[in-house]
C-alpha cells in the first residue's frame, strides 16, 4: 500500500523567508503528484498536479518538483507571506484506480 | 464557475442514526470521490464514481455507501452511526475517467457523533 510522508510536520517561518516543503512517497509507481492547502478546518485548495513524466510545475510564487524514481517530492514557496499559513498536504495517484493517498500535512505558520 | 458544493455544511447526529451527505460537482466534471478526514488517521479515501457506476471503494466498513446520479450529483450515506465517526467529509471532483485529470475539493460537511 502506498505510504505517503510529509516532513516537517509544522514549520514557523519569518515573513519573507523561501521554504521548502518535502513529500516522500513508498511506491513510484505514481500516476501524478498533487499538492494541496487546507485553511483550518476547510477544504482543499489545489495548488500544483505534476503528472508523472513531468519533473516541476510553477504557479507564481510556488514551485514544485517530482522525482519519481526516488519517491520524493518538494514544494518550493518564495517569499513567504502571512496569508501562505495553512496546512499543506501532497497527494499521489497510482497507475490502478482513482483514489490519492494524502501525506499527513505540513503546518506552515509565517510570522509578519 | 461554481465550485464543488456539499450540503449540510455541519451537521450533528447520535450514535445509532443514519446520515446523508450530498455533493454537487463542478459543472461538467463526471468523477466524485468522498474522503474522510480525521485529526487521527488524516485524510483516507472511501470511494469513487464515474458516470453512475462506483469505480474504486476504500477500506470502510458496509455501513458507508454512496451513488451517483445521472447529473453528476453524488450522495453518501452512513448507517448506524459510531463515535468515531464523527470528521470532515470530503468531495472532489473531476472532469472525466482520466487518471491524469486535476481533483478539486468542496468545502466539507462537518459531521459530529454524540
Known amino acids: 500500500k502506498q505510504e505517503v510522508t510529509q516532513i516537517p510536520a509544522a514549520l514557523s517561518v519569518p515573513e519573507g523567508e523561501n521554504l521548502v516543503l518535502n513529500c516522500s512517497f513508498t511506491d513510484s509507481a505514481i500516476y501524478n503528484l498533487q499538492w494541496f492547502r487546507q485553511d483550518h478546518g476547510k477544504g482543499l485548495t489545489s495548488l500544483l498536479l505534476?503528472?508523472?513524466?513531468?519533473r516541476e510545475q510553477t504557479s507564481g510564487r510556488l514551485n514544485a518538483s517530482l522525482d519519481k524514481s526516488s519517491g520524493r517530492s518538494t514544494l518550493y514557496i518564495a517569499a513567504s507571506q502571512p496569508g501562505d499559513s495553512a496546512t499543506y498536504l501532497c497527494?499521489?495517484?497510482?497507475?490502478?484506480?482513482?483514489?490519492?493517498?494524502f501525506g499527513t500535512g505540513t503546518s506552515l505558520t509565517v510570522i509578519p | 464557475k461554481a465550485g464543488v458544493t456539499q450540503t449540510p455544511r455541519y451537521l450533528i447526529k447520535t450514535r445509532g442514526q443514519q446520515v446523508t451527505l450530498s455533493c454537487s460537482p463542478i459543472?461538467?466534471?463526471?468523477?466524485v470521490s468522498w474522503y474522510q478526514q480525521t485529526p487521527g488517521q488524516g485524510l483516507q479515501f472511501l470511494f469513487e464514481?464515474?458516470?453512475?457506476?462506483?469505480?474504486n471503494k476504500g477500506n470502510f466498513p458496509g455501513r458507508f455507501s454512496g451513488r451517483q446520479f445521472s447529473n453528476s450529483r453524488s450522495e453518501m450515506n452512513v448507517s448506524t452511526l459510531e463515535l468515531g465517526d464523527s470528521a470532515l467529509y470530503l468531495c472532489a471532483s473531476s472532469r472525466g475517467a482520466l487518471l491524469s485529470n486535476e481533483q478539486f475539493f468542496g468545502p466539507g460537511t462537518r459531521l459530529t457523533v454524540l
Open positions: 464514481y464515474f458516470s453512475e457506476t462506483q469505480r
Open positions: 497527494a499521489v495517484r497510482g497507475n490502478t484506480g482513482n483514489q490519492f493517498y
Open positions: 459543472s461538467g466534471h463526471r468523477s
Open positions: 505534476i503528472q508523472s513524466s513531468q
